[in-house]
């Protein structure tokens, strides 16, 4: 898969499953806008970081990053000014439930984080999956017609650099003793 493909990947998973699970949480639907500019913030993002090895830490620190950052977003992007003063612990809360969806959420959000952070870790392997069932689906109502499924790439070395070897220190402190013999030439 190409940078490009990765990381319009990586953007469009992180800004609608949080879309999706933010406003099955209670939150109020945002403007287009409001979902436009984050998905495009989100791309930029993941462009710079596609092809850059991500360890699990840092790849689960960004996506918590772009969690709340499009939380934020959808909140100040909500249709109706009443919608979004109602909306999760954002103003006062009201006996209609809005209990319910302060708790709701943060959890939407860290389900919707969780699936962004799966769909990247796995990718490869999802592509790979999809392939073979497009081409098992394929298979089955287009007999003889079917295009082979796509083999995943498989991952690139990891790169570890090798430890330095120990130096004894022994020799380091005689070379750097001054010697009081006499030249070895007399």
Known sequence: MTRLGRALGASLLSTFSALALHVLAGGATPAPLAVAAPLLAAFAVAFQLAGRPLGRWRLAAIVAASQLALHTTFSMGAHSSAAATDHAHHGAPVLDGAATVHAAMPAAHA???????????????????LSALAALVARALLPGHAPAPAVAPAPGPRIVPAPRAP????????????????????
């Open 111 to 129: 389900v919707a984080g969780a699936v962004t952070y799966l769909g990247i870790r796995r990718a490869s392997a999802l592509i790979a999956a």
């Open 167 to 186: 130096r004894a220190v022994a020799a380091i402190l005689l070379a750097s003793l001054p010697s009081r013999a006499p030249p070895a030439a007399a």
